[in-house]
């Protein structure tokens, strides 16, 4: 018998658990809520933990379906039953070493939509958007970060969470041609319709004061840029833009953002000067409480990844296609021409003719015979002496 949790009131014998690990596609289709929760209760160990994260990504990777269809039902029941902060620690850790960029990147939007629209995890959205000024909301932040890296506009709703706005409006700005694609203004369309739910309430009401959230501005202007014109989400944003408090942001501000100077400092709980993104205001310059946003290398190195991968599938597609065009041509030929005795032959007949020509002599103009407009030109003088 194994005992689990620190109560005691969760007893199975260890052949138990065994069975119901093997069983676990089956049972997840069909057992619903009452099998989450024989998971959970067993998972209250740190080992069989681990275990139920690493086989839930598996069965959600080879299974596209599930994911689909049961995988924010799965993954709501589970924070409730073991703490959402530990599941989705847990599945980012396993995230961050994922070699499946296609199962990453569409992992993490799943997790990024749950997180920023299930109630049960408002706890957890209230713990990031103080990652500023608290140690574990900065800490959860950064356990986030690497594998958010997988979806652009995942990283950038987590930044708008957070409230690390100029690292949003960094990571707009590095979007290149090969990032804005169909999937990529499919889930900004998504992020712009949440941006007008109760969630972002704050961040709305932060556009009362542009002088203070430039950042913020500026990062959502980024993204209105980035939309088409004609498309719902570019009207709704810029609908809501439009009721930002006119001539409240001057020249020299808008400066300050394109140079990349912080702006507009926030007294933290210890009194000391913070920034937007985080940036202590100290004498030694060094970060101490603040996020390190020096560079996108963390971002563009994954990115880069997916880039890579998208062109290696266009050339093998390409190469694909040419080759089925070339076997239904040679389909549509006659067997004869086919054949490989024809082929030799003609090959054969190809190469003796530039031989031949070659050792054949020059003629003369004398001993060409006359063409068509010499033979009309002697008939006409001819006719011209007959007469």
Same mark, same amino acid.
């Given at each position: 018998? &194994? ?5 005691? *009131? ?16 089956? #049972? ?9 929760d ?8 740190? #080992?069989?933990?681990?275990?139920l994260?690493?086989? @839930?990504?598996h069965?959600?990777r080879? *299974? ?10 799965i993954?709501?029941r589970?924070?409730?039953l ?8 847990? #599945?980012?850790?396993?995230l961050?070493?994922?070699?499946d ?8 939007q &799943?997790?990024?939509?749950i997180?920023? /629209?299930?109630?049960? @995890?408002?706890?957890?959205?209230? #713990?990031?958007?103080?990652?500023l000024?608290? &140690?574990?909301?900065?800490d ?20 708008l969470?957070? =409230? ?10 590095s979007?290149?041609?090969? %990032? ?7 889930q900004l ?5 949440l ?6 309430a704050?961040l709305? @009401? =932060? ?23 004609q ?5 709704i944003?810029r609908r809501?833009?439009? /009721? ?8 020299d501000?808008?400066?300050?953002t ?7 400092p926030?007294?933290n ?9 985080? %940036?202590? *205001?100290? %004498?030694?310059?060094n970060?101490?409480n ?5 560079s996108? =290398? =963390? ?18 597609? %390409?190469?694909? /296609?040419s ?16 054949s ?14 530039p031989k031949a ?8 103009? /004398? ?6 407009s010499?033979?009309r030109?002697?008939?006409?003088l001819a *006719?011209?002496?007959?007469?």
């Open positions: 018998m &194994a005992r689990f949790g620190g109560s005691g *009131d969760c007893v199975a014998p260890r052949w138990f658990g065994r069975w119901l690990y093997s069983h676990y596609q089956r #049972l997840l289709r069909a057992g619903g809520a009452r099998i989450l024989i998971h959970a209760c067993i998972a209250q160990d740190p #080992l069989h933990f681990r275990r994260a690493v086989f @839930l990504m069965n959600f080879v *299974d596209g379906s599930l994911l689909e269809r049961r995988g924010a039902l993954i709501r589970l924070c409730v073991l703490d959402a902060e530990r599941v989705y620690r847990e #599945l980012s850790t396993i961050e070493g994922e070699a960029l296609d199962f990453a990147c569409a992992m993490v &799943a997790l990024n939509l997180l920023l /629209t299930s109630s049960e @995890l408002s706890d957890l959205r209230e #713990l990031l958007k103080q990652s000024v608290n &140690a574990a909301g900065k959860l932040f950064v356990s986030f970060y690497a594998p958010w890296c997988h979806s652009p506009m995942a990283i950038v709703s987590l930044c969470l957070a =409230q690390t706005y100029q690292h949003a409006c960094a990571v707009i700005q979007l290149v041609e090969e %990032d804005i694609n169909a999937k990529l203004l499919i369309d998504k992020l712009i319709r941006l007008e739910a109760p969630i972002f704050y709305r @009401l =932060q556009l009362l004061e542009p002088r203070r959230y430039i950042w913020l501005l500026k990062a959502l202007y980024g993204l209105l840029m980035v939309l088409p014109q498309s719902a989400a570019f009207k944003l809501r833009l439009k /009721t930002v408090p006119s001539n409240s942001v001057n020249d501000q808008l400066k300050r394109s140079s990349g100077n912080h702006y507009s926030i007294l709980h210890s009194g000391s000067k913070i920034t937007e993104d985080g %940036d202590m *205001d100290q %004498d030694n310059g970060l101490q603040g996020f390190d946003f020096a996108l =290398q =963390q971002f563009k190195k994954i990115q880069q990844q997916h880039h890579m991968l998208a062109k290696s599938r266009a050339q093998l597609r %390409d190469s694909s /296609t080759l089925l065009k070339f076997n239904v041509d040679m389909s549509m030929c006659p067997t004869w021409i086919c490989s005795e024809y082929q030799i032959r003609v090959h054969a007949r190809h190469e003796m003719v020509e070659s050792q054949q002599s020059p003629t003369s103009e /004398t001993n060409k015979p006359p063409s068509r010499s033979r030109g002697l008939g006409s *006719d011209l002496t007959c007469s």
